[in-house]
């Protein structure tokens, strides 16, 4: 992903991306940019919706409470998305799980309809990118 649009990514979403974690610096392509931001604004519209409605006087204070999602890892392997976290709930599990599904229908190039190709590296790129590569 280009720096400007990772940046984009991490300082729209502090929360999920801390400046410190180095290590969750998001290494896919472009057409990605869409369903992650997608992703990491409904997460984190969940997570402060129920801490906004009361559901938990303190963030922690339940041990049924769902913890800040925090990326530890996103990359691309074998054609899908892999966006691995600490935190969150079954519900953002779930927001995930359906996240990496798209991804295998999205070109990682530029973000339209793709399809899993087996070349040197699998990869889930549209007819023009899979012939231009």
Request: aromatic residues 12%.
């Amino acid at each position: 992903m280009k720096e400007e649009l990772a940046n984009k990514l991490i300082n729209k979403y502090p929360k999920m991306f801390p400046k410190e974690a180095k290590w969750a610096y998001p290494t896919v392509g472009d057409g990605w940019y869409d369903l992650l931001d997608v992703l990491c604004g409904e997460i984190q519209h969940h997570l402060d919706w129920q801490r906004a409605e009361g559901k938990y006087e303190e963030y922690d204070a339940k041990p049924d409470a769902p913890e800040q999602v925090v990326v530890v890892q996103l990359k691309e392997k074998f054609g899908d998305l892999r966006y691995y976290v600490y935190g969150g709930d079954q519900k953002a599990y779930g927001m995930i799980r359906m996240a990496e599904a798209m991804s295998n229908r999205i070109c990682e190039m530029c973000g339209n309809p793709g399809k899993k190709r087996d070349t040197s590296w699998i990869k889930t790129l549209c007819d023009d990118c899979a012939e231009n590569k």
